[in-house]
């Protein structure tokens, strides 16, 4: 009888535990440099985010346009006194903000985008979006006729640098003549500025453009003049149909929905992670109709290659614009070297400064 | 640089400087009757924002540029009681005004961020077009383009031609004596800050209908702010105006192309020319003072005449 009455006591336990767990509801808020509807970096968190939203027990909220610095902390002390359980913010200037509240609530789970400082409760993600941007310029590398390729790129830090290497990579693995133009705006999204800069590139015999900003403006510049567009980010064909060839592009949801199940089972740990193509945190757009059969073919068996870890793209020899060798033959970058890159690889043109 | 590229680089200049051109003409309306605007920044991005949504809702890009006109002129007269009938201190209302239009349009645009709209579409002149060098340069953009062409000598025709803009100028130059001459300043002045604002809209309509084809927060990114600064290098005349907004436009689209062409040189410092040149601009005006056509009442309330 006692057994029984163990074994009953047991199951209970587990059963009501059980559900109790399943459900607590999960609030989760999150935090938006820019307006959602830009079509770009916001809008591609604000779709992992509605994926969640989906899921059973899981409520969320969010607030655009918050600027970097002391308002974006006031949003988040107030999501975390309103017992959010999970507090997400996509831009790297939050960082220090969120560090400093992540602290005064440590039992609100933190997660930052893009950054590179973590605490108890605060972890930090990105993806390997340079997987991608090889991808895109080994279509453009196809694509170009003149064998100039702009790209309109937005501030001198790593990630944009790391995003240009790639896709020259790229470029120059189909197409070792051509040469990538780079024009900085020192914007994310400056839909004016951009298209200028677009046609700055397409002035100087440019015959594809990509981007690493948020707005379409250089993919409007690129089907204004009737030649082609990478877009970024999103798929912005609807922007610009005849010029969009492809786009590297987000899929946070993969990286939101694993968070919320490690938070709900009590797994979830603080620190960095980067998951790439292979996790599907990152992909490539569908071609557009004038991207060729053949070039659709190469670009997807390459894809298949970094999915399966035997494609890494930092790979040696590298050598820089002066010539210097910067990865000797062989060697495969750390993602130590990845995220501190600040030169630029041969067949760019263009200063880091 | 081969021709091609200068005369490419010339075209983009006016393209960029024509938002300004509009806004610069607005202010030196405003100021020539005596009140200084420095809500241009807030009325252009209403007038931004107000033209691509009645583009987008009408279809109609025309229609779209004179509604984002009539809101600019709505938009200053939120500048005007204050100014004129309650005395109140022009700097504070007008920064009011450029704080509320940014945050208004910014609040209102929100649903319209990264939505397509009609616009204007460059239409070559027939005949002019076809000039050399002058022809790719002047003649080879959209509508807009030639609207501002015609209004910097328009406004002188205004200003120097017309009993109004006499009046107007008397009202910015020396109120009192206008009064004793039987002018209604305050009618005037009125007139100054809603035409003025008129044009703003334009400008700002211009970044949204042909310059760029969207809608998105802070598309004005501190044109107006320029355009305030122009309007002192411009003397407050508005043939100077077209020199200085074309000489911001083409620093804006020179250093976008000295990078495109592979200049070895820092982009921070390339990208810090246009706001140099605000600097240096300024300096300039101040010491050649003497040829300046500044209103004398610029900036001084008068009391309404009952």
């Known amino acids: 009888m006692r057994i029984v009455k163990a074994v009953l006591t047991l199951f209970l336990t587990l059963w009501v535990g059980g559900a109790v767990a399943a459900d607590k509801e999960l609030k989760v808020g999150f935090i938006y440099v820019s307006p959602v509807g830009d079509a770009g970096w916001s809008y591609s968190h604000d779709v992992g985010r509605q ?235 569908p071609f557009g109709p004038m991207v060729p059969k053949e070039v659709q073919d190469k670009v997807n068996a390459e894809k298949a290659r970094i999915i399966a870890g035997e494609q890494k793209i930092f790979v040696g020899p590298l050598k820089d614009q002066s010539g210097a060798v910067k990865l000797a033959a062989g060697a495969v970058a750390s993602d130590e070297e990845l995220l501190g890159m600040t030169w630029f690889v041969d067949g760019v043109i263009g200063t880091t400064k | 640089m081969s021709t091609e590229i200068v005369i490419a680089l010339l075209a983009a200049t006016v393209q960029s400087g024509t938002p300004i051109l509009f806004a610069t003409l607005g202010e030196i309306l405003s100021e020539k009757s005596g009140v200084l605007n420095l809500g241009v920044e807030g009325v252009m991005i209403l007038g931004a924002l107000v033209g691509f949504v009645v583009a987008r809702h009408s279809g109609n890009p025309l229609l779209a540029f004179v509604a984002a006109g009539l809101v600019g002129s709505a938009a200053t007269a939120v500048h005007g009681p204050v100014c004129l009938w309650f005395q109140g201190n022009q700097v504070v209302s007008g920064l009011a005004l450029t704080i509320f239009g940014v945050g208004l349009a910014n609040y209102l645009g ?97 970044l949204s209908l042909a310059y760029t084809h969207l809608w998105t927060s802070n598309l004005t990114a501190g044109r107006g702010w320029i355009a305030v600064a122009l309007v002192i290098f411009a003397f407050w005349r508005p043939g100077r105006a077209v020199f200085g907004a074309y000489l911001f436009g083409g620093i804006m689209a020179l250093q976008l192309r000295l990078q495109a062409s592979g200049a070895q040189l820092p982009s921070s410092i390339l990208l810090m020319l246009p706001y140099t040149l605000t600097v240096v601009v300024l300096v300039l005006s101040s010491w050649r003072k003497g040829s300046s056509d500044e209103p004398a009442a610029l900036g001084v309330n008068v009391a309404p005449v009952d």
């Open chain 2, 110 to 206: 929100t649903a319209y961020i990264g939505t397509p709209a009609p616009g204007f579409s460059p239409v070559p002149l027939p005949g002019l077009s076809e000039l050399p060098v002058l022809g790719p340069i002047f003649f080879n953009h959209d509508p807009l383009v030639y609207v501002s062409y015609l209004v910097p000598p328009l406004l002188w025709l205004f200003l120097h031609a017309t009993r109004y803009g006499l009046g107007l100028r008397a009202a910015g130059e020396y109120p009192a004596a206008a009064v004793a001459a039987g002018l209604d300043v305050v009618a005037y002045r009125w007139l100054g800050v809603v035409g003025g604002g008129f044009f703003m809209g334009l400008g700002g309509a211009y």
């Open chain 1, 51 to 285: 994926a969640i939203e989906a899921m059973d027990g899981v409520t969320t909220s969010y607030v655009e346009a918050v600027p970097e610095g002391p308002d974006s902390e006031r949003v988040m002390t107030n999501m975390a006194r309103k017992d959010f359980d999970i507090i997400v913010a996509t831009s790297f200037g939050y960082m220090d903000s969120m560090l400093k509240v992540a602290k005064q609530f440590p039992k609100t789970v933190f997660l930052h985008c893009s950054g590179f400082k973590t605490a108890e409760n605060m972890g930090n993600f990105f993806g390997r979006m340079y997987q991608a941007r090889y991808l895109s310029g080994m279509v453009a590398g196809a694509m170009t006729k003149s064998n100039t390729i702009g790209y309109v790129a937005a501030f001198p830090i790593p990630e944009v640098i790391r995003g240009i290497n790639a896709f020259t990579l790229g470029v120059r693995a189909v197409n070792p003549k051509a040469t990538v133009r780079v024009v900085w705006t020192k914007t994310w999204y400056d839909p004016a500025t951009e298209k200028e800069a677009g046609k700055s590139l397409l002035d100087v015999g440019a015959d594809v453009v990509a981007q690493h900003q948020d707005s379409p403006g250089p993919q409007e510049a690129a089907q204004e003049k009737g030649v082609y567009s990478i877009g970024y980010n999103s798929d912005m064909s609807t922007f610009a149909p005849k010029a969009h060839l492809t786009a590297p592009v987000w899929n946070w949801k993969v990286y939101y929905t694993k968070v919320i199940d490690e938070v709900r089972k009590g797994t979830w740990k603080a620190g960095s992670v980067w998951p790439g193509m292979a996790e599907g945190i990152v992909d490539l757009a």
